[in-house]
């Protein structure tokens, strides 16, 4: 029995223990509760957990992580932000980087990397960046949308819909323009005044590694569009991680994998159950109903969830795609990516209630501009 409290001291009555592993990965709590208890009433399938995509997503995670380890992402931010001159200018170049690079290799991660660098030009530069890290997280999750391995919805759906990478990419290309257009009109509320400060340059480091999980994340790419085998991305992948930079593996998010494994199974469960089956069968009938409806189940339970619960039960996925992107805006847990922007600005500058006025505020407008958008988009298509 002490032995028991001592565990319980150093945990659940831990503030910082609680802070950190508890509030912080809420949502895979939630998701591990949620699947125990509905386990009890309806048999586990652990068929049900699609490992296939979480062996995409663990991959994926390992070579960008990757990139990270060996300073593409700050030597691309460093060098595209060295010359601006004012927290406006320096708004739309950071608007720019964090969509592009979200698209290519996952909003999370961009946005762990550049938002320091926003904090650190703004610390030198003598401005607040409040407002700008707000629409770069905007900025994360639109432009995160555009490809398949933008964020962890879109890789899933991409499997789940089996839709070609041509198709995924120009049926999202018009959204995304539209979110980084309104984005870059929100950095308008920046100021024009001059900011000087200075950048040092940044060098990427251990370049031979690097060129081996270059090819290891092109590898992964065949897999992840359906031309190799996912097996083949993974295995791949982890033997190269384990050689070269075993460090790596205690940098994966495993709390979103384990979040993806436990809503397959809880979504799996009350699937078999007959009335909130029929519940969210009415509330994913047809395109413009599942699109405005998983937006707004994400302000609730986040967008990864949201998708995977949709996709449980109806084949709009045009509708699901739209929605699930879209409900990144709104409420700060609508989104990971809102969450990570937001932690690391309050780490460093406080204002924690100011930020989180001003962001429901302001996001609840992109939210409301971009189902307006979506409505008229699948209107257009014929829906």
Known sequence: MRNFG???KRTVFDPAFVKKHLIRELLFWVSMTLAIVSSIFVRLRLESIDW???AKLFSLMLVVQAFKEYGVLEWMARSSLKNLKSPRSIGVMIILLTASVSALITNDVALITLVPLTML????????????VMIQSQAADVGSTLTPIGNPQNLFLFERYEIPVGEFVLYLLPFTIFGVCWTLVMNILNSKKKASFAMETSRI???????????????VMLSVF???????????????????????????????LGTFAFFFVFIDNISRTELIAGLMRKVAD????????????????SNVPSAILFSSFTESYRGLLLGVNIGGSGTIIASLANLIAYRIYVKERGQNVKYLAIFMVSSTISLLLSLS??????KLMGF
């Open 286 to 301: 047809g395109e413009i109903q599942t699109m405005a409806n998983s937006a707004l189940f994400s302000q609730i339970i």
């Open 373 to 378: 958008f979506g409505y008229f988009r699948l």
């Open 226 to 256: 359906r031309i190799l085998d996912y097996r083949a991305g993974l295995i791949l992948t982890f033997l190269i991680t384990l050689v070269l930079c075993r460090r790596l593996f205690f940098k994966i998010d495993y709390f979103l």
């Open 121 to 132: 030009i703004a610390a030198r530069a003598g401005f607040d960046p409040m407002w700008l």
């Open 205 to 219: 480091r251990e370049i031979k590694k690097l060129l081996v999980f270059i090819f290891a994340f092109f590898i």
């Open 52 to 54: 296939e995509v979480i």
């Open 6 to 8: 001592s565990l319980l």
